[in-house]
Structures are given as structure tokens and as C-alpha cells.
């Protein structure tokens, strides 16, 4: 089936630094999503996308996170400066429509931050 | 707000026993209910979804009836395979809202030999 990928697949940086998270959304689908998943804890909604557009985020959604999709590229969160608690796997995932619309995974980017 | 409940954390069963898993949910408006699969090292995906009051979808061997009296979405199957340990999430997104998934905390399912 349609996949979505994710690079890196782990990212270790320091406190402060700039990281930025990429994802390869399936390529005809028109929205795209970040969930952060913090180990043993649920899977909460940070950001959703849709023609160039934030159309919703959580209040995980600090200043600190951006998101874009350049001329249709990856799909990438950005966070600068980055904290400790920012650690956690982050899954991306692309959808062709919305709301109630099948959201495809990517396997996600292992973040520590140090 | 809205939000959804998965009561075991964890599930451990022999091959060939039935496979229940409890999701309930609360919500605002009028939801649609998902499971999601995640075996290990792999993107979750789609299991089954419901959006219609007292139906049931099937796939895989696994089905789900979403009732809105009691909120609830149970997924269940009638014989576990080795090959359906894996970690399973419910998720609902309400209609007329921009498509974000809230997700339970998972219930991770163990079927030994």
C-alpha cells in the first residue's frame, strides 16, 4: 500500500539546537499531520496542514515548532531553539482528505534531545 | 473535551482464544472511530473505521461495532493468530473538525502458542 516515509529515523542533538524532522507524505494526498508520542504515553495530535496552511494546533504546538511544505517536497517540522522535553518520537502522516479520511504513518523519528 | 479510553494496557492470550479489546470514547458531536495496528518497528495503520451508528466493519479477521449509546467501539476477533501481537490504538476525529486524530493510550496484545 501507499507509504509514508520519515528521515531520520533517530536524531540525537543537544539542547538549544535546531532540528529539523522530515516526511515523505504519499504523493497525491493534500493534508498532513505531526503526532508526538512521548515513551509510555499516548500518541497527541501537534499540528495539521492543508494547502500551505496550518489549519489547526495543539497547545504542544509551542513557538518553538514550524511546519512547511516547500514546492510540494517533504512535509518538515522544524523546531528551534529544542528542550529537553521536546524528546519523543514524532509520526507524521498524510491524508487525501478530511475529516473521517484513512491517515497513513510513517514509522516516525526517535528525537532526544541531551 | 473529546477523548478516548483504552482500559488494558496490555493483553496476553493463547492462539485460537477470542480477542477482545475495550475502547470508549467521549466526544463532543458526532465522531468517527478508528483502530489503528503498530506492529513492532512499523508505522501504525488502519485497522478498521466506523463512522455509522450499530455497524460493523470487518477486516482482517477483526471487527468493530461502534454503538453511540454506550460510546463505545470494541474490537474483537474470534481466534488470535501469532502474527496479531501488535500494539493497538482506538482513535476518534470528529466530523466537521479538521481531520486531527485523539488517540487512547493503546492496549498492546501478546498471543503466545
Known amino acids: 500500500g501507499p507509504k509514508v516515509l520519515q528521515i531520520p529515523s533517530h536524531q540525537i542533538i543537544d539542547m538549544g539546537q535546531m532540528v529539523t524532522l522530515n516526511c515523505d507524505p504519499v504523493s497525491n494526498h493534500l493534508y498532513f499531520y505531526w503526532y508526538k508520542q512521548i515513551l509510555g504515553q499516548q500518541m497527541e495530535f501537534l499540528v495539521n496542514f492543508y494547502n500551505g496552511k496550518v489549519m489547526e494546533k495543539s497547545k504542544l504546538f509551542k513557538d518553538q515548532f514550524s511546519v512547511e511544505r516547500p514546492d510540494g517536497s517533504y512535509f518538515t517540522l522544524k523546531i528551534q531553539p529544542t528542550a529537553l522535553e521536546d524528546s519523543a518520537v514524532y509520526f507524521c502522516?498524510?491524508?487525501?482528505?478530511?475529516?473521517?479520511?484513512?491517515?497513513?504513518f510513517g514509522p516516525g523519528t526517535r528525537l532526544t534531545v541531551l | 473535551g473529546d477523548s478516548v479510553t483504552q482500559t488494558e494496557g496490555l493483553v496476553t492470550l493463547t492462539e485460537g482464544l477470542p480477542v477482545m479489546l475495550n475502547c470508549t470514547y467521549q466526544?463532543?458531536?458526532?465522531?468517527?472511530l478508528f483502530w489503528y495496528v503498530q506492529h513492532l518497528n512499523e508505522a501504525p495503520k488502519l485497522l478498521l473505521k466506523s463512522f455509522t451508528d450499530n455497524k460493523r466493519p470487518e477486516h482482517q479477521g477483526f471487527h468493530a461495532t461502534l454503538h453511540k449509546s454506550s460510546s463505545s467501539f470494541h474490537l474483537q476477533k474470534s481466534s488470535a493468530q501469532l502474527s496479531d501481537s501488535a500494539l493497538y490504538y482506538c482513535?476518534?476525529?470528529?466530523?466537521?473538525?479538521?481531520?486531527?486524530?485523539?488517540f487512547g493510550l493503546g492496549t498492546t496484545l501478546q498471543v503466545q502458542p
Open positions: 482513535a476518534l476525529s470528529e466530523a466537521g473538525n479538521t481531520g486531527k486524530l485523539i
Open positions: 466526544s463532543t458531536y458526532s465522531p468517527f
Open positions: 502522516a498524510s491524508s487525501l482528505s478530511s475529516p473521517g479520511y484513512e491517515q497513513y
